[in-house]
């Protein structure tokens, strides 16, 4: 698969919107290699391996990949006790997710929020441009015990 790079800390498997460019002027010019994508639900065995009592938690920050992320875990999203995904009111890159999208979907999943912490905003108009969201399961909460 090719993914853009030469932009510092935000290459990406999408390329930038509309939006991105104009937000961002390292968009402006692009290379584009091949890299290896794996699907996660194929490397959760071997990530997990030696664990005893593995209480996964995913943190994705894939610029605008997250969703596929999600997706690829398949039926093994199951056994993640929280998430922490970069979520977008603004597009930065083409086809990426919107921030009620990506959330509607790790909802239906069984996570809830317990946090929304703005990762930037657009300096012309001061509107978010991305969340940090970070999600659990209620029911993978650890029951505090009586001392």
């Known amino acids: 698969m090719a993914i853009h790079t030469g932009w510092d800390t935000m290459n990406s498997l999408l390329p930038p919107s509309d939006y ?8 402006t010019e692009t290379r584009t ?29 894939t610029q605008g990949y997250d969703l596929e992320v999600f997706t690829g ?6 056994e993640f006790v929280g998430l922490l995904s970069e979520v977008a009111l603004l ?24 946090g929304l912490y703005s990762v930037s905003r657009d300096p012309a108009t001061g509107r978010v441009v ?3 969201c970070v999600m659990m399961r209620a029911k993978a909460a650890r029951q505090a015990t009586d001392s």
């Not at 391996?49 to 593995?54: A, E, V, Y």
């Not at 875990?73 to 199951?78: E, F, K, M, P």
């Open 20 to 27: 991105g460019r104009g937000r961002y002027e390292r968009f």
């Open 33 to 61: 290699e091949e890299v290896r994508v794996r699907r996660l639900a194929d490397v959760m065995d071997e990530a997990l391996d030696g664990i005893d009592d593995p209480r996964p938690f995913l943190k994705m920050d």
């Open 73 to 78: 875990a398949g039926d093994r999203i199951g």
């Open 91 to 114: 597009r930065l890159y083409e086809g990426s997710p919107r921030m009620d999208e990506s959330m509607a979907a790790y909802e239906a999943a069984g996570f809830e929020t317990t």
């Open 130 to 132: 991305e969340f940090d």
